[in-house]
């Protein structure tokens, strides 16, 4: 063995490890939830995923029992009649750039949660299984907030012309409505 793959064999055993790693690194900031409106069985949980790998990921799933059902879901914005009107829809994955980040927030990206399965009251929390395509399983603990009153303020507007497809309803919709 000669001096040069000596320092060649050294070289690859250091940077195994790091080529192990080299891919998406996720990291999940700021999760919260907002209780249901109404009273109902449908809410949302919202979080911002951070990427510190040189890799694009994307989210493909979330899991956790405090729902029968968890979607990822957007909202996208349709004009109809002259008016535009806020809808949900899922998604099959929600995309997490290299060294970026993506929001979930309120009247975006966001995860659903159909036919909650137990009190979701400010103060309560719950566990969230989030499944990336390269990460895979990152946990997270999601409290539950109240709408502040600014926010109420802001939702109600938006609600004003915020209306669901008749015999189109989201998934999401169709729960609430059993
Ligand atoms: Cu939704």
Redesign the pocket.
Known sequence: MNRNTIIGAALACALLPAAAFAGATITVENPYARPPMGGGKVA?AYMTLKNTGGEADKLIRAEGDVAKKV?L?THIMEKRDGRTIMK?RPVPYMEVPAHGQTVLKPGGL?I?LIGITRDMKPGDAFDLTLVFEKAGKVKVRVPVKKISATMMHMMKQKMHGMKHEQGMP?K?MQMQQQ
């Open positions: 949302a979607e879901h949900m966001h659903m989201p999401g």
